[in-house]
């Protein structure tokens, strides 16, 4: 971008530039600001959405329907934010990362290296649309963002000033293990970025169990003496042949004897290590007993001696910063299996579907969760929330949004979804993880519990033939066991449905022509906003459609209001209707005896107010 030209500006015009200049941000970051022509369309037409019928899957309509938008994805988030306003659980996004090698366009212009305002024209898209994006979260939602190194520097600085609420955690993930070939460094990793509400704990914890804790009762270290937690000084009473735990003395005061049993099957146990030392239990006797009870206090013998040990189940795993082991290897869970689905194809790096779904599962708990993503490439969102789906028998939705450049989206997204969906032609070897078996000092003492599980895994195989040969391995630090089952066909879907839709314009003008146009093109909006697909009434004065919980009603002749009130009280359930006005007039008056069932919203106008305040 040339520099400015002050030669012809008057002196008020240069005192206003001064002032301007003066009150910028002094730190943070700065670019320089580019008109994009897409945001510029709006301010002439508005986006509105057009259903390609052709398109559509449904295999089980009382699954979840999820969305396919082809446009630009500014258009599409201009859609979304009355649409999906505050209705998002999970953004994840793997926007473009600027490499200078034309692998992005701004304004129909491939961006090279040699471009040096590329990276302000970077932030330029990116802030954008993040802050289109920002609005549609939940209150608890969370954004991740992947990224390299080219822009991960602007995109952190860039997500702090969009999201100055949540806090920006940056996590590494090894998605290459190969390395890429570059000066000094083999590079084998990326960054995800996450934006997450400041003071809360909102990433989950990892589906795995952290190893069980198992250890003597009797504290050591710091804060273990006896005169440090007086009360916690006792006797244990264990039988000495089944080596039960009895009983439990009160707390014994310092410089009195310790006791011993009058029974002879049974003695007293003291925290006194092999030292000599006076030491303390862990729990206090009721808990000791309790706990006892529960069989997670036990006595065993060591070196001919009593001791008292105790077991706490381990937990859900905190997630590390940094991601490293083979499923996340975006060659073989990427590149491979998208040659899989569809066959030979030239998409650049497409991720592994097991990254996808981690970060899924990091950034959201919720079994009915909407995950959107608005740089949806070869699908890899799409294809971890149905395959999650399939696992845990969960309703998560995915809303995608694309444009289709170089026939990306007819010839690698779609197919890739339609496929998943409905399965595919497939001849070949597929590998189930059966058993994963983290390897440590401390995991040591169950080797022979895993090695039996092993045994009985092959054990059944060989009764049911289930796969055709289990694979036993060591990697990523752990012990697996695969089954292998030999495909010979059709690759099995994992069942959904999908609603596609492509952006479309209507003149911004608000004319009463326009008005009436826009109306009359915001039926698909309205359906994707209340997630009511299939048609029950369409004529020329109104339309309804239903989901298995809820109507939606399309008033566009306000003279039809009686004959649609006649036709909705034959149905229970509860309704929400948009009517057409020039104004702001929802009818209450006309719909006065229905105000239980039906919730009333004006139409353009409920569109108009959202696009007259994102394209100020």
């Known amino acids: 971008m040339a520099k400015k030209d002050y030669t012809n500006w008057d002196r008020n015009e240069l005192i206003n530039e001064i002032e301007r200049l003066r009150k910028r941000k002094k730190y943070g970051l700065v670019w320089e600001d580019k008109l994009e022509d897409v945001a510029e369309q709006c301010k002439k037409e508005l986006p509105v959405l057009?259903?390609?019928?052709?398109?559509?899957?449904?295999?089980?309509?009382?699954?979840?329907?999820?969305?396919?938008?082809?446009?630009?994805?500014?258009?599409?988030?201009?859609?979304?934010?009355?649409?999906h306003k505050g209705r998002i659980d999970f953004i994840y996004i793997d926007p473009p990362y600027n490499t200078g090698n034309k692998t992005w366009k701004y304004n129909n212009n491939y961006v090279d290296e040699e471009d040096p305002y590329r990276h302000s024209l970077w932030v330029s898209f990116i802030q954008k649309r993040l802050k289109l994006a920002k609005s549609l979260l939940k209150k608890k939602g969370v954004i991740c963002v992947t990224i390299d190194n080219y822009e991960l520097h602007n995109l952190r600085h860039l997500m702090g000033d969009v999201f100055p609420d949540k806090e920006i955690i940056i996590t590494v993930i090894e998605h290459n293990h190969r390395g890429r070939a570059k000066n000094n460094f083999a590079l084998t990793h990326e960054y995800a970025l996450w934006a997450v509400n400041k003071g809360e704990d909102?990433?989950?914890?990892?589906?795995?169990?952290?190893?069980?804790?198992?250890?003597?009762?009797?504290?050591?270290?710091?804060?273990?003496?006896?005169h440090e937690s007086p009360t916690l000084f006792y006797g244990i009473e264990v039988n000495n042949k089944t080596f039960k735990i009895v009983s439990a003395t009160e707390p014994i005061p310092e410089g009195e004897p310790l006791p011993k049993s009058k029974n002879k099957n049974t003695e007293f146990v003291f925290p006194i290590d092999g030292n000599g030392i006076e030491r303390r239990w862990y729990y206090g006797s009721k808990t000791m007993l309790s706990e006892a009870k529960a069989g997670h206090v036990y006595a065993k013998v060591i070196k001919n001696k009593i001791e008292i040990h105790y077991w706490k189940p381990g937990k859900p795993v905190r997630r590390k910063s940094v991601w490293v082991g083979s499923k996340y290897d975006g060659s073989t869970y990427g590149s491979e299996l998208l040659t899989e689905i569809i066959g030979e194809n030239d998409f650049p790096f497409p991720k592994s579907i097991y990254a996808a779904d981690e970060c899924i599962e990091a950034g959201t708990d919720n079994k009915n969760a909407v995950i959107l993503d608005f740089f949806a490439g070869s699908g890899t969102t799409a294809h971890a929330v149905l395959e999650m789906n399939k696992k845990d028998g969960g309703s998560r939705k995915f809303i995608l949004c694309t444009n289709n450049e170089n026939g990306i989206c007819d010839e690698i997204l779609y197919p890739r979804i339609a496929n998943v969906i409905k399965g595919y032609k497939y001849k070949g070897k597929r590998k189930e993880e059966l058993l994963n078996f983290k390897l440590s000092i401390t995991s040591l003492d169950k080797v022979n519990d895993v090695l039996e599980n092993i045994a009985e895994i092959s054990e059944e195989n060989k009764d049911s033939n289930q796969y055709k040969k289990i694979i036993k391995n060591i990697e990523d630090n752990s012990v697996k066991v695969f089954g292998e089952k030999y495909i010979d066909g059709k690759m099995e879907?994992?069942?959904?449905?999908?609603?596609?839709?492509?952006?479309?314009?209507?003149?911004?003008?608000?004319?009463?022509?326009?008005?009436?146009?826009?109306?009359?093109?915001?039926?698909?909006?309205?359906?994707?906003?209340?997630?009511?697909?299939?048609?029950?009434?369409?004529?020329?004065?109104?339309?309804?459609?239903?989901?298995?919980?809820?109507?939606?009603?399309?008033?566009?002749?306000?003279?039809?209001?009686?004959?649609?009130?006649?036709?909705?009280?034959?149905?229970?359930?509860?309704?929400?209707?948009?009517?057409?006005?020039?104004?702001?007039?929802?009818?209450?008056?006309?719909?006065?005896?229905?105000?239980?069932?039906?919730?009333?919203?004006?139409?353009?106008?409920?569109?108009?107010?959202?696009?007259?305040?994102?394209?100020?």
């Open 50 to 83: 057009e259903e390609i019928r052709s398109r559509e899957i449904i295999t089980d309509s009382d699954k979840p329907v999820n969305l396919l938008i082809e446009g630009d994805n500014y258009h599409a988030l201009s859609v979304l934010n009355y649409t």
């Open 202 to 226: 909102i990433i989950t914890k990892k589906n795995e169990i952290s190893e069980d804790i198992r250890r003597n009762l009797r504290r050591t270290g710091q804060g273990s003496r006896r």
């Open 493 to 616: 879907g994992l069942g959904g449905n999908l609603k596609y839709f492509k952006t479309s314009f209507v003149p911004a003008d608000p004319t009463d022509k326009n008005k009436t146009l826009l109306t009359q093109k915001a039926t698909e909006m309205l359906c994707v906003k209340e997630d009511t697909f299939k048609k029950v009434k369409s004529n020329a004065q109104y339309k309804i459609f239903r989901n298995k919980n809820q109507y939606t009603g399309i008033i566009f002749d306000h003279q039809a209001i009686d004959d649609f009130k006649e036709e909705i009280a034959k149905m229970d359930g509860k309704f929400s209707v948009y009517v057409f006005s020039l104004g702001d007039d929802t009818f209450d008056e006309e719909f006065e005896d229905m105000m239980k069932k039906v919730k009333l919203s004006p139409i353009p106008e409920a569109i108009l107010r959202v696009y007259r305040r994102i394209f100020k």
